[in-house]
Structures are given as C-alpha cells and as structure tokens.
C-alpha cells in the first residue's frame, strides 16, 4: 500500500451512512483540559460521564521526547515495505499493514504493536531495528514513561474527582511491574483514489473501543480521528500535535459501572496528508480482578460480572473490531 499498491475497496472500509455521519463539528466540541489549572478534576469527571474523551493541555510531557519518537517512527514507516515486513506480522506484537487483528478487519493503516516492559530487552526488538536499536529503545522509554506518568496523574484525579479514597486505585494498576500495557505507532498515508470517490469516506481505522484502562494518543497535525457521541453522531477531532487525548478504555468503564463511558472512535484516511499517532494504552496486569469498586455503587447494582483482565483481552482478541466487547459481560438486569 505505502509502495505504491492501490487501496483495497471492500464493503468493511468505507463509513456507515446509516448512522448519523461527520459533520465538521467545531473544536469547542471536544472537551479540553488543563492540567495546570485547579479546575481540571471536576472537568475531567464531566468529560468522562458525557464523552469519554478529552483534549489534554499543559500536560507536562518533554516535547523532545515526543519529536525523538517522532523522528524514529517517520524513519521506520520510511524503509522499503519488505524491511517493515522483516518486523511482522504482529502476533500479537510487530509490524501489521492494512490488516487489524485476525478476525478479517481491514484499514487504510500500517503499524507497530510494542509490548511494554519496564524490563524492556533491545534484543527482543524487530530485527530491523538492528542497526541502532539503542536509540529507538531510549526514545520509546522516555516517551512512554513520561506519558503513563501524565495518565497516572489523570487517573489520580479522576479517582479524587470521584471522591475515592485510595487515590492510586486505578493508576497502581499502570504503575504495577506485570502492567500489561501496549504501545502502538499508526501510519495512515494519504490515499489520493479518495478523490475519485466522492462523497466516501476511506476507513483508515474502523470503529471500536479500547478494552484497556485509558489510552493516551498523540498525533502529528493531519485530521482523521472521529469520536462518537452519546446520541449516534460522529465529531470530528480537530488534530493538535501539541496535546494529547485520552480515552476511557472499557475496563474503567466497568470499574466506575458505567459511570464513565468507553468512547467509539474511528480514524479516516486523508487523501493528501499522511497521519502519524503514537498511542499508550494503559492497561492491568493479567491477572487483575476488573469489577465495579463497592465504594462506587452505593446500593445501585453492578451492570457487570466480574472477570479478570486475562479473560477479558481472550475474548476480546476474539472479536471483530467494532463489536461490543463488554456485552459477554453485562448482568442482565434483576427485573
Ligand atoms: C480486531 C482487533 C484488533 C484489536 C484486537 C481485536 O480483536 C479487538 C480489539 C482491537 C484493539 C483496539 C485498541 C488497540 O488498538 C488494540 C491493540 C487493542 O488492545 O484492542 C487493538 C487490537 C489489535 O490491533 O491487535
Ligand atoms: O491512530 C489513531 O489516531 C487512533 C487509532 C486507534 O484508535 C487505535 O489504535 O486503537
Ligand atoms: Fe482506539
């Protein structure tokens, strides 16, 4: 695809015209916080209840760190397709082109699924990475332990915001040793047969939610992520390499019963600009027990069954993209 080929054109890529659809609605739309400011907890508590997503400012997190891994992500999406290739297929880590998962989605996309591990092993690197493995390894550390730091403050005062005593409730989980987190770099290039087929838009990245706890993206200045709101309509997120935005992940929707709301995204392809993101899924270790907290429930009953964080990623790898993961889960309601 990057080398030249032409876009696969199947049914699964192109948006649904049956849901309400993407009107350029205007920034002020999406939620913005500011980290420095007092205020930021409580609207972080309403960005959650209402979108599931916001814009982060003032977040603290090193420019450098965010343009060295820049620059080593432009570098490898730049190599011939079969040197990417020498780094896959993503097994679920490595390098992946148009296909997502194993379960037959497909998107205008390429990427690089990294496993994080504090005790990351350099060897363990894709091969191609073989000529200066040391420098990418320095700059995805310091990226990734500088932007779990800033979800952990998040995470810190959502909890506060929620009035949980044990303020490190959820972010003890990205800080734990076996925290299974992930970390992905996506390549959307532009896609210039999208001109010939107007009104249409190529799906770059199909619908979905993030099963995690919170995922963290950056992204360089190209358009294309698209939030979904409560009521069906999709919001256009105006792009802003400065900031980062964060989503709730499935499994704090579950822990907060509901109360937050795992947000559908979905990213289409430009046809003149190529977009870049760096994504930080922060997520439990394996064996973590993912429920509703009792001190959040207070007499209402929990929409979800209980299950462990290795349960919940098995069955979600047995899923296609846009499904509603957390459905196995919901307890059917006591009538
Ligand atoms: C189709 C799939 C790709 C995915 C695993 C899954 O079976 C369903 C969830 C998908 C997702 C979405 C968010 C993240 O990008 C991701 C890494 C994750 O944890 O869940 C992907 C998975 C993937 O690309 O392997
Ligand atoms: O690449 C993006 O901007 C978002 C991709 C995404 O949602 C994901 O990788 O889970
Ligand atoms: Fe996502």
């Known amino acids: 695809m990057v080398d030249g080929s032409k876009p696969v054109i199947e049914q699964s890529s ?30 972080i508590i309403k960005a959650c209840e209402e979108c599931g997503f916001f814009k982060v400012v003032n ?45 037959g989605d497909v998107g205008w996309v390429e990427y690089l699924l990294l496993t994080i591990d504090p005790n990351f092993d350099s060897d363990k690197l ?32 959502m909890a506060d915001g929620l009035r949980i005593q044990q303020r490190d409730i959820f972010s003890k989980l990205l800080m734990d040793e076996q925290s299974d987190s992930v970390f992905r770099l996506n390549h959307y290039p532009p896609c210039p047969e999208l001109q010939s ?18 995922s963290v993206l950056r ?3 190209t358009s294309g992520l698209q939030i979904s ?59 973590e027990k993912i429920a509703p907290l009792p001190c959040l429930m207070k007499g ?10 290795f349960e919940y990623k098995k069955s979600a790898y047995t899923t296609r993209l846009a499904d509603n993961r957390l459905e196995h889960f919901q307890r059917v309601a006591a009538s």
């Open 14 to 43: 192109y948006v649904d015209h049956s849901r309400p659809s993407g009107s350029a609605l205007s920034s002020h739309e999406i939620p913005v916080v500011d980290l420095s400011k007092p205020d930021s907890k409580s609207l």
């Open 59 to 103: 977040h603290g997190v090193p420019l450098d760190s965010i343009s060295r891994l820049e620059e080593e992500a432009v570098k490898f999406f730049s190599l011939p397709l079969p040197e990417k290739e020498r780094a896959g297929p993503p097994d679920p880590f490595g390098y992946g082109n148009k296909k997502i998962g194993c379960n």
């Open 126 to 157: 894709p091969s191609v990475f073989n000529e200066n493995p040391e420098k990418f390894r320095s700059a995805l550390g310091d990226y990734t332990s500088a932007v779990r730091d800033m979800a952990c403050e998040i995470l810190e005062l």
């Open 197 to 214: 087929y107007d009104d249409r838009n190529m799906i770059g990245f199909g619908e979905h939610t993030d099963p995690q706890i919170i």
């Open 219 to 221: 992204s360089n200045n």
């Open 229 to 287: 709101m409560k009521d069906g309509t999709w919001v256009s997120v105006p792009p802003d390499q400065n900031s980062f935005f964060i989503n709730v992940g499935d499994s704090l929707q579950v822990m907060t019963n509901g109360r937050f709301r795992s947000v559908r995204h979905r990213v289409l392809a430009n046809s003149s600009k190529s977009r870049l993101s760096m994504i930080y899924f922060g997520g439990p270790p394996l064996s």
């Open 300 to 309: 209402k009953e929990s929409l979800y069954k209980e299950f462990t964080w």
